[in-house]
């Protein structure tokens, strides 16, 4: 069988260049957490078993799961990526350009493993996928139809890097859709880049394989009035962390996170947000919002850290989690960090069971149980669906929806 | 068909303390009886009890629609049996719609937004309000409307009203009692109305009065009990003694 090490170790052979072997001898310099590191407290570290993902060396026979086609009939264009490698891509509308970087440096200039030192999840990455998948919006274009990215993973380590850059005065649409990665390892790193008056409506949608292990990273940069709304839905996995960061950079740019999750089985989803404010009068609105049933649990972790001279800055985050069943559990962790006094800041978290008394309201007219826990349920993430961009929203509703269900019928709670 | 509803020597405890003590009422499918008493006396225990409300305890008793008893069904199978409780605050319920909420209790999908619309125009309330969650963003007199459009899709065999008539303005109090009564006629509910005042039986007029005092039925009659505590109140009705 082969292993991690060997499987890596002829990815780097392979393809030496792009800072991919100075990337793989900082991985190994950091490490992989440990338990007693704060910030990965909550996973069950002992189950990743690194040794047993084989790195995929090309680009494994997965092909799109019908999920996956219905998402892909709402779009513009259609991006195939199966382990991290970019299928051949179809006629692009004007404005719009698909590229491969295979320098190793984020939209930042600097290298992936400066920009990621210390994160040995992200060095990786920067160590082992293929290479950068960039999606460029011309400056002043606007895209008619979204663009779906179509994140294929196979059943060994997978790792796909993605760079969206939208351009001054562009606006876009587009999905990140995952699947696959059965017993696998799928470890994205991805990249928006919205510059001046442009606007990015993101959606990273996972729905991984349920025994499948995501350690995603994403980190938009906004500049100047640029606006950067981007939705996180976790479905999938059997560990699914999902970091997303926002660096506010220009004055008036503007972040919108809306991220949702529903646990089942034994799943963890493990969110965690960083809102920097680095300019004047800078926006971020965070939603989180979160339900777990039978044995899973979440974990919510946000911080809003605000630079001096950020003046004028509006932060909110918001996380709340549904209690399914009594051996269910979600911990929620905001954190604010501000340097600069002009400015308004707010978080609040809340944890807690469906009410008892509005589901006898619904039972009383007739309701039964499951159906009065699965209308509640879904009526706890209508907001999260609702700003869903129209030509997504079908499919993505339907797939919760039936999530929900099952999750209604697998609910005990209170009384 | 007629039904009868039949409450037997029921008691009933709300946070550990006894609220009923013994009640019974029997009514059928076509009547209207009016519920009063003073506060405190038991009459929302009642309807709460009745509807499998999570937070009042049955200690014995018996509660039948046509001899099947309700008191160890869950609130979902007593409202299919025929119960209906319109409350005095209707309790909100974000996130849900009320057409999602009628066609999950029952209502036929293909003609429930008609049945709707219908219902809202016959109690004065603007459709559009239905659109919202479960009387979320309605003032009291909306809610109470909204609950007999409510009543009016699902046609129940017994609607109980508690204090429908608090905090209710004249026209909601009317459009509410006008739906109970022409119910009444269309098919055959039975109506409890739950009161304190006697304001709403001016326009619901009851078949027969029961007076409740301290978790009992003290007097049951026709209008003269209306007359009788218009003149003397309550005292004049004893409860008595256990």
Redesign the interface.
Known sequence: MTTFADSAAAVLDAHPGGGRREAWRAFEEVGLPSASDEVWRYTPLGELGLERHAVATSPSPAAPSDAARRLAAGAGVVLTVVDGYLAPVGELPEGLSVSVDESGRSHTGQALVERYANDAFSLLNAALAPATTVVRVEPGAILAGPVVVLDLAGDGASFARLRVEVGRGAEAVVLEYLEGGRDGLVVPLSEYAVDADGSLTLVTYQRLDESAWQVARTTGFVERDGRLRQAVIGLGGHYDRSRNDAELRGPGAANELRTTYLGRGDQVHDFRTHQLHLAPRTNSRLLSKGAVAERSRSVYTGLIEIEKGATRTDARQTNHNLLLSPSAHADSVPNLDIRENDVLCAHASSVGPLD???R??????????V??QR??I?????EMLEALPDALAAPIEADVASAVGEVARAAQV?? | MTSTLSIQGLRVAVGGREVLKGFDLTMSTGEVHALMGPNGSGKSTLAHALTGHPGYRVLEGSVTIDGRELLGLSATERARAGLFLALQQPLEVPGVRPLDMLVAAGADPATVGARVREEAERVGLRPELLERFVNVDLSGGERKRAEMVQLGVLRPRFCLLDEVDSGLDVDALSSVARRLSSAVGEWECGVLAITHFRRLLVELVPTTIHVVRDGRVVATGGPEIAERLEREGYDGFRAPRA
């Open positions: 008892a008394l509005q006898w309201y619904l039972e009383s007219r007739g309701v039964g149980r159906d009065a209308l509640m879904q009526g706890f993430f209508y209170g009384s």
